[in-house]
């Protein structure tokens, strides 16, 4: 099937080059090279802005056997089965891709889907052996070429902002209850906008440089995001007035880097990164385990914070930072995304501890 198809070559920035077909969208692309392995949940991956700039490489072999659910946006603006409106990584890679698809929610292909929003999508290559050469270099910069295409340059996504890329342009209101909660949108997936969505909240969407101290808030949560926290400098700022008050913060993924930083500690890159439904989390202090859902290039360097923080969760695989929290003040946060679209629902108490400490 696929020897009818456009060969498709993925050359890494250290030379190494894999050969595939292309399923997708036929076109050039560069970006950061990661891996993902989980073994499902690639609609909710795929439309999560945190991937913007990324080339994912998809560790479980068989890709696309339940095809695609409607991507149509209900009355308030979020899609019932994504997690934006639109696909954020520049490529999808596969073992083996399933043009057949059953589910009894799927309307499409995976590559009808992919050809409709110009997203290149590559099959036939040993993925495990892919992201086993990530594991070892890193996660580095790649691009796709195609069969009588032009060539391209490398590109790094995490020397530009791309949380101004995808966060929303003005304040969206949800709902109109008693509390008022502030959502400082860096990428924010649409399963954290629905776990926020209760009867008694109103929830006010911002974008993330807005000055949300300009908000009478009963509290504020911060979103996850794509790329380097670094590039928000004007959040962190907005984030240093929040804490001198006393109203509850709670920050998921970049928000959790965002609120450490603003806390005074520093941030590392990390190898390559946490990005499945298998990651496994410890509370600190305690004996409780969860396993989580994780997408992240970055992680909190806990010997750095203030004497007035400390970690709250720790990666149980290589003993990084899953969260932070003030010793006395109603700020915490996790690394991981409780939300769990997908991944496991093992944390969803997160969002019930933020609304309940209002």
Request: include cysteine; hydrophobic fraction near 35%; glycine fraction near 8%.
């Amino acid at each position: 099937m696929f020897q009818k198809q456009r060969k498709a070559t993925l050359i890494l920035e250290d030379g190494t080059k894999y050969h595939g077909y292309s399923f997708g969208y036929e076109s050039p692309v560069a970006g950061e090279v990661v891996f993902n392995t989980a073994m499902n949940g690639y609609p909710e991956s795929l439309t999560d802005p945190s991937y913007r700039g990324q080339i994912m490489v998809m560790t479980y072999p068989l890709v696309g056997n339940y095809g695609v659910p409607p991507t149509a946006l209900k009355e308030n603006g979020l899609s019932e089965f994504m997690e934006s409106d639109r696909i954020h990584m520049e490529a999808i890679l596969v073992s083996d891709y399933s043009g057949d698809y059953s589910h009894w929610n799927a309307v499409e292909s995976l590559a009808d889907w992919l050809i409709r929003e110009k997203v290149v999508g590559i099959t036939g290559i040993d993925t495990r052996a892919l992201a086993k050469h990530l594991r070892i270099h890193g996660s580095l910069k790649g691009k796709i070429l195609m069969e009588g295409m032009e060539d391209i340059d490398f590109a790094d996504p995490n020397r530009v902002n791309q949380v101004a890329e995808v966060s929303v342009k003005e304040i969206i209101t949800y709902g109109n209850g008693k509390k008022k909660v502030v959502l400082v949108d860096c990428g924010v997936k649409d399963n954290i906008v629905r776990c926020l969505m209760k009867p008694d909240i109103t929830l006010i969407r911002v974008p993330w440089d807005y000055d949300f101290n300009t908000i009478d808030y009963d509290g504020l949560f911060l979103s996850n995001g794509p790329g380097n926290p670094e590039m928000c400098s004007i959040t962190v700022e907005h984030i240093k007035k929040a804490i001198q008050k006393d109203k509850p913060i709670c920050g998921i993924c970049m928000g959790n880097q965002l609120l450490a930083v603003a806390a005074g500690a520093k941030i590392y890159k990390m190898k390559y990164g946490h990005r499945s439904h298998n990651q496994p989390v410890r509370e600190i202090g305690t004996a409780r385990c969860f396993i989580t859902s994780q997408n992240h290039g970055y992680a909190v360097d806990t010997a750095t914070l203030d004497e007035n923080w400390q970690a709250k969760y720790i990666n149980l695989n290589d003993g990084s930072n899953e969260g932070i929290c003030h010793k006395t003040k109603p700020f915490f946060s996790a690394q991981f995304h409780p939300e769990a679209f997908g991944g496991p629902t093992d944390t969803m108490f997160i969002f019930d501890e933020f609304l309940r400490s209002l």
